[in-house]
Nanobody
Framework: QGQLVESGGGSVQAGGSLRLSCAAP?????MGWLRQAPGNEREGVAS???????TYADSVQGRFTISKDNAENTVYLQMNFLKPDDTAVYYC????????????????WGQGTQVTVSS
């Protein structure tokens, strides 16, 4: 844990935008974002594989966009039209396996970055 480094969290009003970044020390086949709100289980938000295939949780589909820069070993999460329900600690995660989705078994993790959306 702690191999990945996230940045870009913060506080924003509902309807606003934030962009999260995650830098990895090596190339991973699959990188994703998960989040955990207080009292809730951690849930997958989005994932991207080395070929550009992406998956999203239904709750963020159409509002969030994940992108992966294979050359820089970096993944981004552009979050638009944020809602108070999006408030959570967001974690970057990665793995080398073939199956890449929001429910993958990730093996590398970041420390998490707080996103707070006020109404």
């Amino acid at each position: 844990q702690g191999q990945l480094v996230e940045s870009g969290g913060g506080s924003v009003q509902a309807g606003g935008s934030l962009r999260l970044s995650c830098a990895a020390p090596t190339r991973y086949r699959c990188m994703g974002w998960l989040r955990q709100a207080p009292g809730n289980e951690r849930e997958g938000v989005a994932s991207a594989d080395a070929y550009g295939f992406t998956t999203y949780a239904d709750s963020v589909q159409g509002r969030f966009t994940i992108s992966k820069d294979n050359a820089e070993n970096t993944v981004y999460l552009q979050m638009n039209f944020l809602k108070p329900d999006d408030t959570a600690v967001y974690y970057c995660a990665a793995h080398h396996g073939l199956y890449c989705s929001t429910t993958s078994s990730y093996t590398a993790w970041g420390q998490g970055t707080q996103v707070t959306v006020s109404s």
